[in-house]
């Protein structure tokens, strides 16, 4: 790396970490910094670029609800029905009022404020009950609009924690991820992730489920052979173009627990818009495919849905 670019790297990385600043200033910092690519809050034309236009123009209130790990299992008990919903133990605002004795020997807890806030337990009498509630008091104090690049959606996501059943494979030792891109209310093509736990990769497939020609991870990482459909697969996509309904972007998650589909979540902001697509005329590609709607006369946010 050059000293130029060393030292605009240097730079861009302190200016992202103020979250103080005005957001569509902070965003194009934080989008630079991590992508390498200047941003146009005017005129987006990369997949990221618009995910980042998203982030501080795009604000229906019913984006806090869908972000929310429990408070979405309402809108999918409206729109596709309860059963496609895994089953859960408890929710809880006072880590205090969990009571570990009580739960099964397997379960998982979710932080419904953010990502990355899993506790997966197979085995609970190898679990460190104290050191487990350290780590969820660390993950309440996190609020995800402040801890990434302003992801509005998560800004007033009240911190709970949703213990949830937990859910394995037959065939596998962790879940495998269908990932649903979904533009204007449509499915357009998937990410599936395969072993998380063991061996992780991951691929893009298009809706016949044949393997497409980009990634946006190492390569020692992708997925560059065909795998099984999952019996379920028509049915996936259906249900996620119900949920997607007139939204101009969100990515709708399932899981297909032996041939039964259950919704994992939806998120509107994909690895936070840092992560590009190689090779890199799909940034380009992607960015065609989501369509921004356009802001009203005289106003910087969107808040209809």
């Known amino acids: 790396m050059s000293k130029v670019k060393g030292f605009r790297k240097l730079y861009l990385g302190i200016l992202k970490k103020m979250k103080f600043l005005p957001?569509?200033?902070?965003?194009?910092?934080?989008?630079?910094?991590?992508?390498?690519?200047?941003?146009?809050?005017?005129?987006?034309?990369?997949?990221?670029?618009k995910i980042h236009w998203y982030k501080t123009h795009y604000h229906p209130a019913i984006l806090n609800q869908l972000v929310d790990k429990y408070a979405v299992r309402e809108y999918v008990k409206e729109k596709i029905g309860e059963q496609y919903l895994n089953a859960c133990l408890g929710i809880y605002e006072d880590i205090n009022d969990i009571d570990f004795d009580a739960l099964p020997d397997q379960f998982v807890i979710k932080g419904v404020h953010g990502y990355g806030?899993?506790?997966i337990v197979s085995d609970k009498s190898k679990l460190n009950v104290r050191?487990?509630?350290?780590?969820?008091?660390?993950?309440?104090?996190?609020?995800q609009y402040y801890r990434g690049g302003l992801e509005w959606a998560y800004k007033d996501v009240k911190p709970r924690f949703l213990v949830d059943k937990f859910m394995a494979e037959a065939a596998r030792g962790s879940l495998t991820d269908y990932k649903f891109y979904c533009f204007n209310g449509k499915p357009k093509f998937l990410e599936?992730?395969?072993?998380?736990?063991?061996?992780?990769k991951s691929g893009f497939f298009d809706l016949d489920f044949k393997l497409l020609p980009f990634r946006d991870v190492d390569e020692s990482m992708?997925?560059?052979?065909?795998?099984?459909?999952?019996?379920?697969?028509d049915e996936m996509v259906h249900l996620a173009e119900v949920l997607a309904d007139r939204f101009p972007?969100?990515?709708?998650?399932?899981?297909?627990?032996?041939g039964k589909t259950i919704f994992g979540e939806m998120t509107f902001y994909p690895g936070d818009g840092r992560y590009e697509f190689i090779p890199d005329e799909y940034n380009y590609k992607l960015g065609e495919m989501f369509v921004l709607p356009k802001l009203p006369k005289g106003e910087t946010e969107i808040t209809e849905y």
């Open 192 to 200: 599936v992730h395969l072993d998380r736990r063991e061996d992780h």
């Open 249 to 258: 972007f969100v990515r709708v998650d399932f899981y297909s627990i032996n």
């Open 222 to 233: 992708w997925i560059q052979s065909p795998i099984t459909k999952p019996t379920n697969f």
């Open 131 to 143: 050191k487990a509630k350290l780590k969820l008091y660390k993950w309440k104090r996190r609020n």
């Open 23 to 49: 957001p569509h200033k902070c965003v194009k910092y934080y989008y630079e910094y991590y992508t390498s690519q200047k941003y146009n809050d005017k005129n987006p034309i990369r997949f990221n670029e």
């Open 117 to 119: 806030f899993n506790l």
